[in-house]
């Protein structure tokens, strides 16, 4: 089979050339996000330029050090992205969401790098970092997901909780009802993908390997590692993040404190009514 | 003889109002008492206080002589129940509901009390076949029942009821009320208006609210 074919500009120019059918929709509909979208296009072309000269410098280097670095910049700008997107408090919450991204990572990476692939170093830029970022790009939403299921439904439901807690719940038997929740709303998305894989999509890394030039077996063993690794690190991400940050989110009576919400929105039972 | 229940001083502040200030009261074991007010006087407030759902800003909680604070509010808690005016029993079907407070460790010893469900469900005029039913499809007076049945499974010694019976026909708030009037042993704090209550109770307490 043959490698990879490079892009040039004229290829470019095609892709982009695409881009009219997208836009004569929203023009013609008048759909709002036609700005939005214009921008978001140059953004992402921008976002990945700026990567691949980076990536190219990180490849070619190849220092541990270094790939560990940029494996955690990356760590940190999903980090930032959760507490925004949760729209929780970040003093509080920024340090064990950083812990529980990095370990919900780093595990299915290392092995992945090590027992699955055999590769001698282990921090070899072109397996961990692409590796490295689809995982976290998977942690990243299902922490959004989990974390935000699992402090709203607490919020809303208040007086349930507190229910628990006046039936004699310890902390963790009063929010274990929510903690499934939560850990079941963040895997969904890549149950259902594992679950469907292969018949309604082929996926980004067995695509990948097989634009490389490799085998479909190979791609799909690939394919099969990665989807295993994404569901541990998922799983490992969203039940650190909650358990992490429990404590720093009740006090000590069992009550949730409300300034964990950067912006929380007052409701009717947000404190003790008269 | 120590008290069952002291409340000293208590104060609540929301949003820089106190909505309760300076409020003490006093029950012996078995007392049962009700406090009355006019709306907004915190009645609800001295209730979530004596059962650690809410924190004062100023005063205290005795329960048995023992102090409430951040340590001890887990054991107390567990020596008494608490039924709010809108229940919300959770998450399933009023069956788990029931269930559930059994499943934790504290109430493990009183898992036999269940056996007392039938006779309870009886008694409050609900059929069995509505433990199947889903918590949010109960009505207000159904979940009201289902959680004063609970909070009767558990044999706490002390009862606090928030308007716990205001969705209920007289027929079943004097079943409420004359079921807890039975037992001399438990001390009930309770949130009522009606009449049923103020025949009910030993002691009728007006909650002034705060000031300022």
């Known amino acids: 089979m043959d490698g990879i074919v490079d892009l040039g500009l004229g290829s470019m120019a095609a892709a982009y050339l695409l881009l009219i059918a997208p836009l004569a929709i929203l023009l013609f509909l008048r759909v709002p996000i036609l700005r939005e979208s214009g921008i978001a296009v140059v953004r992402m072309t921008v976002q990945l330029l700026f990567v691949g000269f980076y990536l190219q410098v990180v490849f070619r280097l190849n220092r541990p050090l270094l790939n560990l670095a940029w494996l955690t910049v990356m760590v940190l700008v999903a980090d930032g992205s959760i507490v925004r997107g949760c729209r929780l408090a970040p003093r509080r919450f920024a340090l064990p969401l950083f812990l529980a991204l990095l370990a919900g990572t780093a595990l299915p990476v290392l092995v992945f790098v090590g027992p699955i692939l055999r590769r001698p170093g282990i921090l070899d830029a072109q397996y961990v970092i692409p590796i490295g970022g689809m995982i976290l790009g998977n942690c990243l939403r299902a922490d959004i997901i989990g974390l935000r299921q699992f402090y709203e439904s607490i919020a809303r439901a208040e007086k349930s909780h507190h229910l628990a807690l006046a039936q004699g719940a310890r902390l963790g038997e009063a929010l274990r009802p929510w903690f499934r929740e939560a850990i079941e709303a963040a895997l969904r998305p890549t149950v259902a993908t594992m679950a469907t894989i292969g018949l309604v999509a082929l996926p980004g890394m067995m695509t990948g390997v097989i634009l490389g030039g490799g085998d479909p077996m190979t791609a799909i063993k690939y394919q099969i590692a990665i989807m295993i690794a994404i569901f541990a690190g998922t799983a490992i991400t969203v039940f650190l993040a909650i358990a992490l940050t429990v404590r720093r989110s009740f006090d000590a009576y069992g009550l949730l404190d409300r300034a964990i919400f950067r912006a929380a929105p007052r409701k009717t039972g947000d404190h003790p009514s008269p | 003889m120590s008290a069952a229940l002291e409340l000293e001083g208590l104060g609540v502040r929301f949003d820089g109002r106190w909505v309760l200030r300076g409020f003490s009261l006093r029950l012996d074991p078995g007392e049962k ?92 005029h609900l059929a069995p076949d509505l433990l199947a039913k889903e918590t949010s499809a109960l009505s207000g007076g159904e979940k009201q029942r289902f959680a004063i049945i609970v909070a009767l499974l558990l044999d706490r010694s002390i009862v606090l009821l928030d308007e716990a019976s205001s969705a209920l026909d007289a027929d079943n708030r004097k079943r409420v009320t004359d079921g807890f009037a039975a037992d001399a042993s438990t001390t009930v704090l309770a949130v009522a208006h009606d009449e049923t209550w103020g025949r009910f109770a030993s002691r009728v307490v007006t909650v002034p609210g705060g000031r300022g």
């Open chain 2, 33 to 124: 008492v009700v406090l009355t007010g006019p709306s907004g006087t915190g009645k609800s407030t001295v209730l979530r206080c004596a059962m650690g759902l809410a924190v004062p800003d100023e005063g205290g909680v005795r329960v048995f002589g023992e102090p409430m604070d951040g340590r001890s509010v887990w054991a107390l808690r567990r020596r008494m129940a608490y039924v709010a005016q809108e229940p919300d029993l959770g998450p399933g079907t009023a069956g788990e509901a029931v269930r559930r407070p059994f499943g934790y460790r504290a109430n493990a010893a009183l898992r036999g009390n269940l056996d007392r469900l039938p006779a309870l469900l009886e008694r409050f």
